[in-house]
Every structure is written in structure tokens, then in C-alpha cells.
């Protein structure tokens, strides 16, 4: 049977890329969107023309009982989940002097509460039938920081530091967590920098003089998803054109 991989937010530039991978590589692919999302029938549709079969559940990544009824959802009418991809998040930039409460809260509970809130609900069946994958998407800001970030860097570093300890919890049950760090990839969250600011900003600090695509990022998460990648957990694998060595 088809092993079942769910994609937090794969209606977005990254998460279509992965769920448009793991599909091609066979997997049963679910996806989650944002309660009041309109766009989601038509991106079931495009999708479909593309060949696609993708099963969309809503959910605020953000909220505890929200993500728990979707996974009991996807439980009940697909089957557990084996392949668990972090993806959802947002930012909200700007100087720490002018950055409030909402904002904190908005991007700690949608990039890193969401972590929680989603692995919660399948971890302990993944340890149950023995195999699982964990896959958290990062950014090299959590690496490195960034000017304007203090909220987005801190829940990105948070994810990692999860990663670890869940990597030590399950490792001999045959579940692997690991945290993908990627750099600029030129999705719609990277096209909203205004172009004046990547062209003298941030391909500059690419030594790959390029941002990096959506299937290159998706590429390794198929990696992490497969039985190949059973001895790799705990890891924090930057995929940012060289921007960031560490
Ligand atoms: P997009 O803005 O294109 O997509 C973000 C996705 O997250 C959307 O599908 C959105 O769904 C979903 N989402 C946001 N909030 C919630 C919520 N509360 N509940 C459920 N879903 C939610 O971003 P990217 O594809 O560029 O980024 C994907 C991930 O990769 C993010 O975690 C981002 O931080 C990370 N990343 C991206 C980089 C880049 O250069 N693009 C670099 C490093 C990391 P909806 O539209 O339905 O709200």
C-alpha cells in the first residue's frame, strides 16, 4: 500500500513542489489549507488536469484541536499518517522596536506551535508500526538570524532544537526527524521582497548568484521521506546556494 505523506500548507510555492515529488514518487499525498482559503477547489482542479490526485483537509497549523481533527480526518478516511512534512508558515517582518505581541504570536504559533500541533497527532502511530518520517522546513534565518526577523529566526531556530530532542525520543523505533534549512527560494513568499532589495540585498549574499528552486528543496525532502534516508535523523540539512556554511 501506498505510504501516506501529509504536506502542511502544499497550496503554497514550496509545499505544491513537494506534494507534485512525493506524488510522482508515489506516495498518497495530503495536503492541508487555511480554513477560509477559497482558492482550494481550484488548485484541486489545476491539479487534477496536471494528473494529480492530491486530497486537501482544511486546518489552521496554528491551533491545537484544529490540527488534531484534521489528522483524526485523514486517519479515518485515508489512513495514518507515515510521512510528515512542516511546511506552513509565514512571515511577518519588521524591526524588533516596531514589532508587537500579534506579530510575535502570529509567527511563533503558525511556524512553530504548528510543529507541535501537527506531530503530535502522529508520532505515536509512527512509533507504533515502526516507521515514520518527520520533516520540518526551517530557514537558513533560523540559522544565521536576520534583520527584521527576531520572531520569524526564533521559531525557525525552535525547530530545530525540537528536531534533536524528537530525533533522540524515536530513534530506535524507526522514525527519523530532521529539519530542512533552506535559503531564498523563489516562491511567492520571496517574490513579495520588493526586486530592488534581492537584486542588491540578497543574490548578492548567494554565492550561487541565483535563488534556489521549489523542486530543489522538494528533492530532499523525498530524500528524508524514503527508506534510504532510515540512519539520517537529528539533522539540519541547509540546501541555501552556499549563502550560509555552518
Ligand atoms: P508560501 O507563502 O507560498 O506558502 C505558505 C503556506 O503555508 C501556504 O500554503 C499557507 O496556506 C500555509 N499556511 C500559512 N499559515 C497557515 C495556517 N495557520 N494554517 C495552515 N496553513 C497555513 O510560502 P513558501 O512555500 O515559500 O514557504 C513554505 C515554508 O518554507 C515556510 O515554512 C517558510 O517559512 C519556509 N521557507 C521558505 C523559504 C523561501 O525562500 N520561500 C526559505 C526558507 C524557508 P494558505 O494559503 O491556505 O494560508
Known sequence: M?????????????????????????????????????????????????????????????????????????????????????????????????????????????????????????????????????????????????FGQTNYAAAKAGMHGFTKSLALEVARKGVTVNTISPGYIGTKMVMEIPQEVLDTKIIPQIPMARLGKPEEVAGLVAYLSSDEAAFVTGANIAINGGQHMS
Open 2 to 146: 501506498a505510504r501516506v505523506a501529509l504536506v502542511t500548507g502544499g497550496m503554497g510555492g514550496l509545499g505544491e513542489a513537494v506534494c507534485f515529488k512525493l506524488a510522482a514518487l508515489g506516495y498518497t499525498v495530503v495536503t492541508t489549507y487555511s480554513p477560509g482559503n477559497t482558492k482550494v477547489n481550484d488548485w484541486l482542479a489545476t491539479t487534477r488536469d496536471q494528473g494529480f490526485n492530491f486530497k486537501a483537509y482544511p486546518c489552521d497549523v496554528a491551533d491545537y484541536d484544529s490540527a488534531a481533527a484534521c489528522v483524526a480526518a485523514i486517519t479515518a478516511e485515508i489512513g495514518p499518517v507515515d510521512v510528515l512534512v512542516n511546511n506552513a508558515g509565514i512571515t511577518r517582518d519588521m524591526t524588533f522596536k516596531k514589532m508587537d505581541k500579534t506579530n510575535w504570536d502570529a509567527v511563533m504559533a503558525t511556524n512553530l506551535d504548528s510543529v507541535f500541533n501537527m506531530t503530535k497527532p502522529v508520532c505515536d502511530g509512527m512509533v507504533e508500526r515502526g516507521w515514520g518520517r518527520i520533516i520540518n522546513i526551517s530557514s537558513v534565518n533560523g540559522q544565521k538570524g536576520a
